[in-house]
């Protein structure tokens, strides 16, 4: 399958743990992107790296929040001391550079995380 | 905030055509219709997208007004499969450079044998 993939599928922690969790987007996809998605509600965008370069950031990527991408492929997103309110699906996406009119997003399955 | 407004839920029986309306009044020139789906625990699936052009593939057909205010998807023999939340998202592409979608709550079909 080479699709964007995920690792891992689940994580469950306690409150203030540290978590981080890994993406692995479509070889040659120059443009990587996180989302964060709870109940009910669409995703919701937090990150987005073109190679290595994080070129933008959402409000809701607090200062517990950090991602990169250090060489342009993977990427790791990582919640220092986490609440219970960090509990959603973290959902990466991977797309190429494209022309205008042709920037398709491919999602991964999520990271599914519970904060007890 | 999203720039689309759809109905929260629709029902479809099998093997009859799905349409699913977004209303999207406020899209500027070069802002393009894209659709997504997401079944249930999966990610989101990208579906179509277009302009101003009516498009199809081979899994939905997408109808553009005139005016580009509004838009309909078309699933046009529905399964149990197409069961999900469908999100109708305008999105400013300008050359290949792009920023993030922007999701709404989206409209969830259901299928129904």
């Known amino acids: 399958d080479t699709g964007v993939s995920q690792d891992p599928r689940h994580k469950i922690t306690k409150r203030g743990q540290n978590v981080t969790f890994r993406c692995d987007p479509i070889?040659?996809?120059?443009?990587l992107y996180w989302y964060r998605q709870t109940l009910g509600q669409g995703p919701e965008f937090l990150t987005y790296f073109q190679n290595e370069a994080q070129l933008e950031k959402s409000r809701l990527l607090s200062d517990r929040f950090s991602a990169e991408r250090p060489k342009g492929s993977f990427s790791t997103l990582e919640i220092q001391r986490t609440e219970q309110g960090d509990s959603a699906m973290y959902l990466c996406?991977?797309?190429?550079?494209?022309?205008?009119?042709?920037?398709?997003?491919?999602f991964g399955p999520g990271t599914r995380l519970t904060v007890l | 905030d999203a720039k689309t407004t759809q109905p929260t839920s629709m029902d479809c029986a099998e093997g009859r055509a799905a349409n699913l309306p977004c209303n999207h009044s406020t899209i500027s020139g070069n802002e393009y219709v894209y659709w997504y789906r997401q079944i249930h625990s999966q990610g989101p699936q990208y579906i179509i997208h277009g302009l101003k052009n009516n498009e199809t593939n081979e899994m939905a057909s997408l109808i553009i007004t005139e005016d580009r205010k509004s838009s309909t998807l078309i699933l046009p023999h529905a399964t149990l499969r197409d069961t999900a939340v469908y999100y109708c998202i305008v999105f400013w592409d300008y050359g290949g450079s792009q920023g993030n979608l922007i999701f709404g709550k989206g409209t969830k079909l259901s299928v129904k044998p």
């Open positions: 070889s040659e996809h120059n443009r």
């Open positions: 996406a991977s797309s190429p550079y494209g022309t205008s009119g042709n920037n398709e997003q491919f």
